[in-house]
């Protein structure tokens, strides 16, 4: 699988043509939405609204009756002693308790008084890269509201890799990215990090040697002691750092085939200068692309010692491959589960979406699925075309599966509890459930990304 990834290159060969390819899908920058649909390949002027909470019947909250006076009741109407049962004091019914602001409640009959639902799991941390500038942040919150509101929390960006003034971490480029992380204590900030300078320029096989050589010892530490001063001083001493993604590939002067041993050697060195730095709680992923690639990623693994979670980027490719054959290929999606759960690391998948199978449903619903099944530390999609589903109107089926899948989402256990399917339920005037509401046949998705429900609102879609 040498070749088949250079296509998904584009974002890190200049961050202006990304920018430019992801505004167009926006029209006007973060302001618009790029939404595909009904296969028509239109652009819609805004991300669609969240649907409102629909106010609860006023049948579920009666008005309790008002409650017997304190004093004792009249002599007259004392019970006297008789044949048969003696009648018992009526107590007024509990009214039910009101759900929280911005709760759905559910339309229809319900009953008066309902026991607790246990809360569905939490959303799975996920992100999608958007841009690599400040604009990839303005875009997360349009993407979460074309999710019905449901939040990201992964920002992932890429520092470029033209000098090692960039790999230092360019000044001004990570302080946008800081100060979304900071902004809430349960978010995560994902940064891919090029081990070489002129990363993408077609550095041959021999000079890579060289290069790694020089790497293992040690001539390129202060560099990366410097991103970590400076991630440190940003008040982002969490990063989770992507060090020499893809490294099994051709792409990236930072790959590994030209020299396996030094490039272990050299990986070793960087963590071990970014852990040096007083403050830092970095943790550092190795991500291969799936499949054997120019060489099987197991080859370049570094050690337990210095890695601490081991992703995979994982592309729909190439053209032909189902994705079951993308699980049970060499050095595919299982064997790097297995090979994870061997070394006792978390998983990730720092990069997935289409490739060259082009809208591809079933592949769609396999990565969820997968997802799922495995639960990854992170996932961030490559959203823009033709990896993307947000930006990127030629995929709108695997767009239905994804929005789908992560539609009004919110934290809240209520929120999220499948309401009890009552007979023939009659819903209010005000309320459109049918309009707004698609079936999801997602199979085992529907437990824990759906969180029981198989009925989802995709109004403005």
């Known amino acids: 699988m040498a070749a088949q990834h250079s ?21 006007a920058g973060p302001g618009l939405a790029a939404n595909a649909y009904a296969g028509t390949g239109a652009v819609r002027a805004a991300a669609p609204p969240v649907p409102a909470a629909p106010t609860p019947p006023a049948a579920v909250a009666p008005t309790p009756p008002a409650p017997a006076a304190p004093t004792p009741p009249a002599p007259a109407v004392q019970p006297t002693p ?8 009526v107590t007024p019914s509990v009214p039910p308790v009101p759900p929280a602001p911005g709760i759905p409640t559910p339309t229809g009959p319900a009953p008066a008084v309902s026991p607790p639902t246990p809360a569905e799991p939490a959303v799975p941390p996920f992100g999608a890269f958007l841009d690599s500038g400040p604009l990839g942040i303005a875009r997360m ?26 790999i ?53 530490d202060q560099h990366f002691r410097a991103l970590a001063e400076r991630l440190v001083a940003l ?22 085939a030209p020299d396996p041993e030094n490039w272990k050697r050299y990986w070793n060195r960087i963590v071990t200068a970014m852990r040096a730095v007083p403050g830092q709680k970095f943790r550092f992923d190795f991500a291969p692309s799936r499949g054997q690639d120019a060489v099987p990623w197991t080859a370049c693994y570094p050690g337990d010692a210095t890695v601490d979670i081991i992703g995979m980027d994982s592309y729909d490719q190439p053209a032909g491959l189902s994705f079951d054959q993308q699980v049970k290929e060499p050095y595919g999606l299982q064997q790097h589960v297995d090979f994870a759960k061997a070394h006792g690391k978390p998983v990730s998948y720092p990069e997935w979406g289409l490739f060259r199978n082009g809208d591809d449903p079933q592949y769609m619903r396999g990565m969820l699925a997968w997802i799922d099944a495995h639960k990854p530390l992170y996932n961030t999609l ?18 239905w599966i994804y929005r789908t ?22 819903a209010p005037a005000a309320s459109k459930p049918p309009a707004q509401c698609s079936p999801a046949s997602l199979g085992d998705l529907v437990k824990y990304w759906l969180g029981g429900r198989l009925c989802l609102r995709f109004d403005g879609w």
């Open 7 to 27: 296509g998904a290159r584009s974002r890190r060969l200049a961050v202006v043509t990304v920018t430019a390819v992801a505004s167009v899908a926006l029209a």
């Open 82 to 89: 008789v044949p048969g049962p003696t009648p018992v004091p």
């Open 141 to 166: 919150a349009e993407l979460s509201n074309w999710l019905g509101g449901t939040e990201l929390k992964v920002a992932h960006t890429y520092l470029p890799g033209d000098s090692w003034r960039d």
């Open 168 to 220: 230092e971490g360019p000044p001004g480029f990570l302080d946008a990215w800081a100060q979304w992380r900071r902004a809430k204590a349960d978010r995560m900030l994902v940064l891919n990090v090029p081990m070489q300078e002129h990363n993408e320029d077609g550095v041959s096989d021999d000079s890579v040697r060289w290069l790694l050589r020089q790497g293992a010892a040690g001539a390129f």
């Open 235 to 256: 008040k982002v001493p969490d990063t989770v750092i992507v060090l020499g993604w893809e490294m099994n590939g051709i792409t990236y002067t930072h790959r590994c």
């Open 382 to 399: 490559t959203d823009y075309c033709p990896h993307g589903v947000w930006q990127c109107p030629e995929n709108p089926r695997s767009a």
């Open 405 to 426: 899948a992560l539609f009004d989402r919110a934290e809240e256990p209520a929120a999220t509890a499948p309401p009890p399917p009552p007979a023939k339920p009659a």
